[in-house]
Every structure is written in C-alpha cells, then in structure tokens.
C-alpha cells in the first residue's frame, strides 16, 4: 500500500485535534486533542519508517509516545487539582499569564 | 664607607624614627618620642657630616657621586632608579637641614611637652626631615618630584595638626593644594625633558641638554619656567604665596621647621641645582629673578602692616627667599645658597623666640598687646633681638654678609641687573624696619599685663583661643593646653636657641669678601662648569656694598626706634590715621587671597553645582530614560500578544507551523 | 594544564557548596573559597614569566564546534594583576561582609555569598577568556549576580537603581554581542573558516569600514561599564543603593573590565578604527577627568564622592589607553591595579564611618580621628595614594599615562593635569571633613575593631608595598601591552 494513505489518515486526525484544541473549553478535551494529534505525528511516523526502511522513525514514534505519556500525566494532575479546588473547568477563565 | 653610604644613612634615619615613632607611639613612656625623633635626626646630621669628609677626600672633580638602591621602574622606555646624588650642593643642604631641623626637634621636645600628640607630632617631623633630605639627594626627576610632594604631605600634617581647628585644616589644605599644583608643573617639565633626552637622570640630562637644546629654545625655556612653577609654589613666591602666612596655623617649630630648614628652601636648591637649563635659558632664569625681586619687596611692604607676630615673621620669610631666588637667578649660586644657610640661622631663631614669647602670652600672637619683655625673659629677649640684628644685616651678623654678596653680584653682573641691586636695597630698609617693629615691640616698651606677672614669676594661663576666630579652643586632641613652656624654664629650649644664636651671628664669617670663602670653594665641586660661577666681584665693590649695606640697615633700624621706641607707636597710628587706604591695603596683604579666591577657587566650585544641579540631571539622566523609553515602548507593543487565553496561543502557534510549512512548499516548489 | 580552570570556577563551587552547609557556616565557606582562590591567583603571579608577551597558562578545548566557539582561557601580561587584584579584593570584600555578619538577614546569606562567587567566577572568566563570545559571555554572566546582590541586598531605592544599571549596562552589552557576531562571520566570509578565537581574529584584520561601527558597538559597551562621562547615569543611584562590599566590587574590579577590553579586544581587533576614534576617546577620557573631579568636590555624598573620583581615574585609564603607546598603555595597566587597591579600602572606610556616625553625609562629620589615630593613619595612607601623591604607585601610573599622551597630544595631558590638583583637593577634603575637624555633638569617635583592622590593613600594605615597587606591573605588563599595540603603530608611523 502506498504511504500517501497513512499520510492522509494522519493529516485528518491531526486536523480533527487541532481544530478540536481551538474549539472546545474543556481541559480534558483540549488533552484528549493533544493525544490525538499526537498520534497523527506517530502514524506519519511509522509509515515513513516502514516506505524507506528506517527503523529512526519507530525509535522516535516510542519518543514520542513515552512524552505523550508523561505529558497525560501532568495534563491530567492538574486537572484532578482544579477540579479539587473546585476552579471552573474552562480554559478561558485562566488567564493568569496575561502580559 | 663611601660618601653614597652616607647618603643612605642620612635618609634612613629620619625615615627609620619617623616609623619607629609611628609604630610604637603606645608604647612610649613620657618624652621619649621626642628623645627618639631628636637622635634620628642627630644622626643623620652626622651622617651628612660623614658625607661631607668623605667628599672632601675625592678630588675635587670627581665631587658628584650617584648611587641607586633599586631599579623602581623600568618600562616602555622611560627608566627610573631609586637614586641619589652626593655632591657639593646636596651636602650642603643636608647640613643645613640636619643641622637646623635638631636643633628644632630639641627645642620641640620641650616646647610640646604638654601636647597630647606629642608622638604624632614627632613622627610628622621626622617624616618632613626625611622628606626634605629625599628631595635634596634625590638623583633624577621622578625622585625630586617625590621628596617634593612628600614635603608638601609633611607640611599638611604638620600644618593641621591641631585637627580640631577648623582654620588650621583649611590651612593645610591651601599649602597641600597650591603645592600640588606645582608639582604638576614639575611634571610637565619632566615630561618635555623625556620627550628631547629620553632620561630623567640629573646628570644625564645635564650632560645632553647643551647639544639639545640652543640657548633660549622654545622647549628649554618651558621647561624651566614650568620647574619654576614648582619652585615657586614651594617657595612661596608671588603669586603662589598665599599658603605660607596661613601656615602659621601649625604649632611654631612647625613653623621654624618650614622656614628654616625644610620647605621653603626647595625653590632655591631647585634653582641652583638645575643651573646648566637655566644658564641654557636666560629668559626663564631673567623671569625667575623679577619674580624674585617682586615678592621680597611685596612681602616687606606686607610685614610691616601686619600684626600678628608669627605671621610679621613669615612675610619676612617670603622676603629673604625673595632675596635668595634672586641670587641663584641672576647666577650668584654661592651667594644664593649662603643667604640660605644664614636665614636658616636666624629665621629658626626667631621663631623659636616668637614661640617662647607666644607661651608667654598664653597662645596670643598680636604684637600690639606685647612689649616690655625684656626683664620677664631676658634670654628669650637677648636672642630675639640677636634675630632680628641678623635678619637686618646689622654690620657684623651673619645677614649682612650674606645679603649683601647678592647684591654686589647683581652690579658686578651690570646692565639690567642693577634693578636688583637698588630693589634689594630697598628691600633691606624696609627689612631693617620691621625687623626691628618686632624686636622693640616685644622687648621694648612699657611690660604689658604677661610680662609684668611674669617679673613676678607668674606664667599667665589661660584658655587657649584660637587667635584667628577668638573661639576656644578644643584642647581633647592636644593643644599646648594650659601647660606652656618657654626658654628660661626649659633646657632644651634654651640650648637650642643658644646654638643658633652663635650661628646668627657668627655664621657669616665663613664668607668675607677678602678673607674667607669656604662656601665658594666647596660649592665649586657642583657649580665649576658654570661660566656664571666664576665671575666675581672685586673685593673693593663688595665692601663697597657693604658699607652701603651697613647705613640702610642702621637707617631703618633708627625708623623703627623712631616709630615704636621713641613716639611710642605714636608715629605709625597717625600714618594709618593718614593713609588709611594703603593700610588696608597692606593689612589685607594686596588682596592676593581674595583673588586666588573670585578667579579658582568659586569657579571650580560654580562649576561643580551647576553640573550636579542641571547636567547631571538633564542630560546624564535623560539618556538613561531616554534609553528606558524606548524599552518601555517596545514591551508595549509585544505585551499585547500575551493575551493569557490558552487557546489563542495554540492558535498562534498552528499559525506559525502553517506558515513555515507553506514556506519550505514555496522554497521546494 | 588546567590550572586556569580551577581559578576560574573554584569561587563558583564554593559558592554552590555554600548552599549544603548549614547558614552559620556559609561565610567562613566563602571566606576560605575566596582565600584560596587569591592562593591560587598568587600563584599564578609567582608562576608567571616576565618579559614575554603572548599567552601563558592556556588552556584550548573544543566547546561548540558548529559555531567556531572554544573554551580558551590564558593569562599574559594586562590580565595577570587584574586576576590578582580580584581575587584579592573578592577576598577582601568576603572577609569584611562575614566579619561584620553580612547581610543583615542572616535567612538569605547562603545566597549572598553564592552571588559573590558567582560574580568572582564571571570577572575572572572575562579577565581570562582568549575568545571572544566567551568574554561576552563572561562579561555578560558578571550582571547577572550583581544586580541580584544590589537589588536584593541594597539600600534605599535599590530597585530603580538596578534597573538603570541593567537598562545601561545591557544595551551596551547587546551591541557587544553584535559586534563579536559580526567580526567573526564577516571574518570568516574571508577566511572561510568561523572561529571567535582571538588568536584568529587578530591575524585577519577587518577592512576598516566595518572596523569602525564593530568599534563604537564595543567601544560604547566598555564605557558604560567603566563608567566614563556622559554615560555615567547609572552610578550615581547604584553606588547609593549597593551594600558597601558589593561597592567594593563593582568600583574596584568591574569597572577595570570595562578598561581591560579596550586592551584585550578593541585594539588588537579593530586597530584602524582605533586610530580613527582616537580624537573622541581622547575626549571622553579627558571631559570624564574634568567632569568626575569636578563633581567629586562639590559632593556631600561620600560614596559618591569616590565615585565620581572613579570616573575621573576610569578617565586617566582611557587616556592611557588611547594615546596608543606603549608607556601610557603600560601606565593604564598599572593605573588600573592601583585604583582597585585604593578604592576598595576607601569604600570600606566609608562602611566603617557609617557604623560609627550612623551618616554618609560629609556635613554631618567630622573630629573621627579623635579616639581613632589607627583608623585615620590608615585612611590617610589611603587618601594620599587617591590624590595620587608622587612615590605613591598612582602617581607612576599617571606618570606613565600623561607622559605617554603628552609625547602624543600635548594638549590633552596638559589638560587632563589639572584632574591632578582637583583630585588632591576632594581627597583632602573627604580626608577632613570626616576625620578631622570638631566632632559633631552626639557623635562617638572609636577605634578600629580587630576585624575591621584584619582586611583593611592588608589592603592598604599592599598600597605601600606596591609604591615602593610599581615596575613589579609596569615591568610584567610591558611586553604584553606591546604586542596588544603592534596592529595599531604601523598604521601611526605611516601617518606621520
């Protein structure tokens, strides 16, 4: 199979988190985005990797994935904080870092 | 040991007690101070006198002997050596200055024995001496210019050491100050010669500046009136002088020391000891003789007015060095350096005498409430009078023989030079005259209020003022408190004025026309390669000159017994009722203070508030927020973009991935 | 081998260690860091051999090869008594903060004397740095610690203060940067090859065109360290806010850095555009002469009073410097030891008055030396070597320096003179009005304590000890001071 396939199927996911991450006021969905787009940067990845014979390009897709995972966990920590803390779930009303 | 030997030791000496005192002034008991800084420089005198036959053992022209301890700084072609040079005149001086400068730290152990800085106040005047014979022995211009700043430093201390005084700080400050300003000059001077010859070696220089320089050329010329700056400042030559009566603040062998031994003389030594530039520069050494001639008669004309007893003596100072620039200027080397060594004599003497009396009258200096001392203190009397005998060139004393060398070499010299002979005659009246205002008004007289008690054996007490702005005094850091010592009651005053009155009188018989001429000859191992040395007068002209001599002084010393002995002071109040605004005039001693004061000083100080007040506070400061703004300005424009919203930095951040990707597609492509 | 290295970070190890050890203790750390690294700087000076220009004690290793960067350090003969002079005056400026229990909260003295190692690190990296993005790197790393150390550690208004210091003290640091960028890729545009080494860059000069801006980048980050006149601003409010070792520091070594760049860098590296500015430079030192005396005796301020002094002696530097000769060179690099020694025993007279008159202001003094004839004798030898007496090692330097210039621009040493006699009257009259004269009612004078005596004695027996022999430097420097000059002479002589 052509890689041009693997290449589109990764491009869409990597539109449906990037749209998803500029919609939606969740944090937990702007995480889910993240992984997803994440993913689609793996799925690249990996088809490259295996139309040339590469092997570079799965070593970084395990990278990838080990960041993704320590990524998820602090994503996710702080979200179990503010939702401790009872803040509102809602990026836009964190705007702390305003110049 | 070498005569260079000798040299050292004379220099370590003095260094060595001023150290010693400095170190251990806790640990010494009572006078002991004084009896430390009295044998350093006791035997440095020695030393000098073991220089002296040691020199005298060479051939005559094999006097002039350079040795050097240390390479101080050798670097980028300029080479500099801890050196010094033996020769006739630097022996000469050194035993002028050892000699008097004992005998004043003698008269000093007892004179402030009841100081609280009595340690301090030997540990300074060692250090002056040691200064003073540095500057002497000194073997190149980078050395002379030290020991000259390090006299200038000695004297500040020495100057302000009652600390506590406000007036005796600024003193010192102005005599620090002016002479700073002289040794720049000097340095200049040293820079020119490095620039021409390369060295600042004395005799090296001496040696090269005859193929270097033509007669009168542009650069000899400045170098020499730049020296004359030094000279001048030091020497307290018009219109540099200003320091010198102020001076007077210091305790008064202080002052002795000043104007006898150390300080002031520099100018002189420095001009004879650079005769080859000058004798190459007839202009500047012409300049050098007017100025001269200037301040003795502007400084005569001052100590007649004047009315505090230390400061009549010190205007008499600046006239007799007057008469000593004007010797080595117009060429008279010997006759210049013998005035010196007589007025080191007498000036030292009459100071000592002033201090006694000063004592006497609990610290106050006004003539006009002095008189009649001569049966309260007939010692201190007796010696004063011999003084101002010697400072008026009485017929016989040592002044007199001394004085009136310079003038018969001035006619022999002829022409032009004949201004100095008559101004200095002129000079000697008005010497004679206020020599003698301060011997009758002393001595003479009805006894005043002091001088009567003192008949009855009574030292009058009381608390010390200071005479310059009547407040009291603040005797916590030493101040010759209530305690004052004067030369009948205290040994070492005695003896030391006892020693100079010999030398007063008696020192000019080292030098009569005719007869004698030891100075002539030993001087001749320095000054033999000058063709101005070796003219002379007859003797016939010079006891021409000095019978002249001998009739002004008589005269004026027959005016002062007219105006203060035989009218009672009658004479002089009516000639100020007369002439009020000479007297002014003069009693503001021709307001040369109060220029210095409108043309240097309030600029600088002018100058230095408007640029705090506005430069500093436009211009330095509105760079800097000139610079913040534009930084400020900057952060405005980025801060907008830092909205705080999570998802519009994602945004943003998408949009720049898109763009580079649509921009490696358009390169690609 | 790596002996330049130890020298180098040993202050900043100690400085780290200072946070493991328990607070009380982390001064005497510091203390003995400091110690050691001046052991180690006196080492180096014994080590040292004279006559020789070039580098000594070098050490070259590869650090970012993709951008011609190395890790170069050496010593010759401009840098190897500055090196000395920090180290003994970063010992100096320890030993008096942790005799007097500085700062005052002992909460944050771990990080007061991690700062000071810090900073002792980054001097002496610029003192040895033999390549060129290195020195700014050192150079730029030297802020860093003092504007905590100010800002954190200072008096009133320290925070206005710091600020103006960085504002001035950056822009001038970000042209440097600039400049160094552009002298090596245009450099390299002829010789093919980037390299920032100074050895490389001084064998191919620049044209001249781009000699002249890469200069006044430089020129301008040098003196705004220093500082000179009209670029000053920053000194009047951060000598006010700093705490007094700090001052120390920041007069005595940070402001040579400025001076030592000229040497090191804008010379050999630009030298036609040395030439070219030579008038200006001259100017500025000689305005900075006048301006700083000048605003020195009409002070009342005393720290500011030595600082304005400092940029009057900065000012004798830059002369030196620019007369582009090697005896007014060889003064400035003397000139530069001897204002450090001087300044930093004057700054910490200043602290020890104000422990006892509770003032820094000069109308507010008087009558100290009345219970304290140790105190004053000190501070006396101290004055005489500011106003430069001669037989004091100033005076050689500026003996050197105007003499220099004065067989070059007569005009400008005879002016640059009257600096001389103003300086002996603001000296003197720092001298007095604090010393001398009655003592204010309610004022206690006192004597100093053992600790104060323990490093200001040093200090100043190192000013004597120097006065009697100046060629010690003037000797070392000469050769190096030399070589730094040798693009610039031809260029002179041809103009002739």
């Known amino acids: 199979m052509a890689v041009e396939w693997y290449l589109v199927l990764s491009s869409l996911l990597f539109a449906t988190g990037a749209a998803g991450l500029l919609i939606r006021r969740n944090p937990l969905v702007i995480l889910l985005c993240l992984e997803l787009m994440l993913n689609a940067g793996n799925l690249a990845l990996l088809a490259f990797a295996r139309s040339l014979g590469d092997m570079d390009g799965q070593i970084f897709a395990l990278v990838v994935m080990v960041v993704a995972a320590c990524e998820v966990v602090i994503g996710l920590g702080l979200i179990v904080a503010m939702y401790r803390r009872r803040l509102p779930l809602n990026v836009d009303d964190m705007r702390g870092l305003r110049g | 040991m070498d005569a260079s030997t000798f040299g050292w030791l004379v220099l370590a000496f003095p260094l060595a007690g001023s150290l010693l005192i400095a170190l251990a002034w806790r640990a010494l008991p009572g006078r002991t101070a004084g009896v430390i800084g009295t044998t350093a420089i006791g035997l440095a005198f020695a030393a000098s006198i073991g220089m002296l036959l040691e020199l005298l053992g060479e051939p005559a022209e094999e006097r002039q002997i350079a040795s050097a301890l240390w390479q101080y700084a050798d670097a980028a072609g300029i080479d500099i050596e801890a050196g010094i040079l033996v020769d006739p005149l630097s022996v000469f001086m050194c035993l002028v200055v050892t000699g008097v400068s004992t005998l004043i730290h003698l008269y000093s152990t007892a004179y402030m024995a009841s100081d609280r800085g009595y340690a301090r106040f030997f540990s ?140 002031v003389t520099a100018g002189v030594y420095l001009i004879a000891r650079m005769f080859p530039l000058y004798e190459l520069a007839p202009t500047a050494a012409d300049i050098a003789a007017f100025v001269g001639l200037a301040t003795l008669l502007i400084a005569a004309t001052i100590a007649l007015a004047v009315t505090d007893l230390k400061r009549i003596i010190a205007y008499s100072t600046m006239s007799q060095i007057g008469y000593m620039v004007v010797g080595v200027s117009i060429g008279a080397y010997s006759a210049g350096l013998f005035h010196l060594m007589t007025h080191a004599f007498f000036k030292a003497l009459l100071f000592m005498a002033a201090g006694s009396v000063i004592a006497a009258m609990a610290n106050r200096q006004n003539v006009d409430l002095m008189g009649g001392f001569r049966r309260a203190m007939p010692l201190t009397s007796a010696l004063l009078v011999v003084g101002a005998l010697a400072l008026a060139a009485f017929p016989g004393t040592s002044g007199f023989f001394s004085k009136d060398e310079i003038m018969a070499f001035a006619t022999e010299r002829g022409g032009m030079y004949l201004i100095f002979t008559i101004g200095g005659y002129v000079g000697a009246f008005l010497t004679a005259i206020y020599a003698f205002r301060i011997g009758f008004r002393v001595v003479a007289g009805e006894p005043c209020r002091e001088a009567r008690e003192l008949e009855q054996g009574h030292l009058v007490h009381a608390e010390p003022e200071n005479p310059a702005t009547g407040e009291a005094e603040d005797t916590d850091v030493g101040f010759p408190g209530p305690e004052h ?64 001599g001998a009739v002004i002084s008589l005269a004026g010393i027959a005016v002062a017994w007219y105006g203060w002995v035989a009218r009672r002071n009658d004479v002089t109040l009516r000639l100020i009722d007369r002439l009020p605004a000479v007297h002014r005039f003069l009693f503001n001693k021709w307001y040369f203070d109060e220029i210095q004061d409108a043309l240097v000083y309030r600029p600088a100080i002018a100058i230095g508030q408007f640029s ?32 705080g919203f999570v998802r519009a930095y994602a945004l943003l951040l998408l949009g720049g991935l898109l763009a580079l990707a649509l921009y490696f597609l358009i390169v690609s492509s | 081998m790596g002996f330049l290295n130890y020298v180098v970070w040993l202050p900043l190890a100690v400085g780290v260690a200072c946070f493991l050890v328990p607070r009380r203790v982390a001064p005497w750390l510091a203390l003995a860091g400091a110690l050691a690294v001046l052991g180690l700087a006196i080492g180096l000076v014994v080590d040292f051999e004279a006559g020789v220009a070039g580098i000594q004690h070098s050490v070259d290793e590869s650090w970012i090869p993709e951008l011609g960067v190395r890790y170069q350090l050496g010593v010759d003969g401009i840098s190897i008594f500055l090196i000395l002079l920090a180290a003994l005056l970063w010992a100096g400026a320890t030993a008096f903060s942790a005799l007097r229990g500085e700062p005052g909260d002992p909460a944050r003295s771990r990080l007061y004397y991690f700062l000071l190692g810090l900073g002792e690190t980054a001097t002496v990296g610029a003192f040895m740095a033999q390549d060129l993005l290195l020195f700014v790197l050192f150079f730029d790393l030297m802020l860093i610690p003092f504007f905590f150390l100010i800002g954190a550690f200072g008096g009133a208004n320290r925070i206005a203060a710091t600020t103006k210091m960085i504002v001035y003290t950056l822009v001038g640091s970000l042209l440097m940067l600039v400049g160094a960028i552009a002298t090596a890729i245009l450099v390299s545009q002829e010789t093919g090859e980037l390299s920032f080494a100074l050895a490389d860059l001084r064998e191919n000069l620049l044209a001249a065109g781009s000699q002249e801006w890469i200069f006044c980048f430089f020129a301008a980050a040098f003196l705004v360290k220093m500082p000179a006149f009209p670029i000053h601003g920053w000194l009047p409010d951060a000598y006010r806010a700093a705490p007094l070792p700090v001052l120390v520091l920041l007069s005595a070594v940070l402001s040579k850095v400025g001076a030592y760049g000229f040497l090191r860098i804008a010379l050999p590296l630009y030298p036609d555009a040395a030439v070219t500015f030579q008038e ?41 410097i620019f007369a582009l000769r090697p005896d007014g060179a060889d003064g400035a690099v003397l000139h530069m030891v001897n204002h450090g020694l001087v300044v930093a025993p004057l700054f910490l007279i200043i602290a020890i008055l104000f422990a006892r008159t509770g003032t820094e202001d000069l109308r507010e003094m008087g009558g100290m030396a009345t219970r304290a004839p140790v105190l004053a004798a000190l501070f006396l030898v101290v004055t005489m070597a500011t106003l430069a007496i001669p037989g004091s090692a100033n005076f050689i330097g500026e003996f050197y320096i105007l003499n220099g210039l004065f067989q070059e621009k007569v005009v400008y040493a005879v002016v640059a003179s009257a600096g001389i006699v103003i300086a002996a009257f603001y000296a003197l009259r720092l001298y007095q009005r604090t010393m001398h004269n009655r003592l204010p009612e309610g004022m206690v004078s006192r004597e100093l304590s053992l600790r104060e005596a323990a490093v200001l004695a040093p200090l100043v027996a190192c000013i004597v000890a120097l006065a009697l022999w100046p060629g010690l430097i003037l000797e070392r420097g000469e050769a190096s001071v030399e070589e730094s000059l040798a693009a610039v002479e031809p260029t002179q002589v041809a103009e002739r």
């Open chain 2, 124 to 263: 300074y005047l060692n250090f002056f001496v040691f200064s003073m014979l540095l500057l002497v022995l000194a073997g190149n211009f980078v050395f002379l210019i030290i020991g000259w700043a390090f006299v200038g430093f000695a004297s500040y201390a020495l100057i302000s050491f009652w600390y506590r005084r406000n007036t005796a700080t600024t003193a010192g400050m102005k005599a620090f100050v002016i002479n700073v300003a002289g040794d720049v000059a000097m340095v200049i001077a040293a820079f020119l010669l490095i620039r021409d010859l390369g060295t600042v070696d004395y005799l090296e220089v001496f040696a090269g500046a005859e193929e270097a320089f033509s007669v009168n050329s542009g650069t000899i010329v400045a170098v020499c009136c730049l020296l004359l700056g030094g000279a001048f400042a030091k020497s307290a030559q018009v219109p540099l002088h200003t320091w010198l009566p102020d001076a007077m603040e210091g305790p008064t062998p202080v002052s002795a020391l000043i104007h006898a031994a150390t300080m």
């Open chain 2, 485 to 548: 010592h004067i030369a009948e009651r205290a040994w070492p005053m005695a003896a030391a004025m006892a020693v100079l009155g010999l030398g007063a009188l008696f020192g000019g018989l080292v030098q009569v026309p005719g007869v004698t001429h030891v100075i002539d000859e030993f001087l001749a191992g320095t000054f033999d390669p000058s063709p101005l040395f070796h003219v002379e007068p007859s003797v016939g002209a010079e006891w021409l000159g000095l019978a002249i």
């Open chain 2, 612 to 643: 705090s007040a506005v430069f500093e506070r436009y211009v330095v400061d509105g760079l800097v927020s000139g610079t913040v703004g534009v930084v400020r300005g900057a952060g405005v424009v980025v801060r907008g973009s830092q909205s």
């Open chain 3, 280 to 320: 200006a430079i001259l100017v500025i030192g000689v305005a900075s002469v006048l301006y700083g005396s000048v605003m020195a005796f009409t002070q009342t301020n005393v720290r500011l009073i030595a600082g304005y002094s400092s940029i009057a002696q900065l000012g004798f530097i830059t002369l030196g």
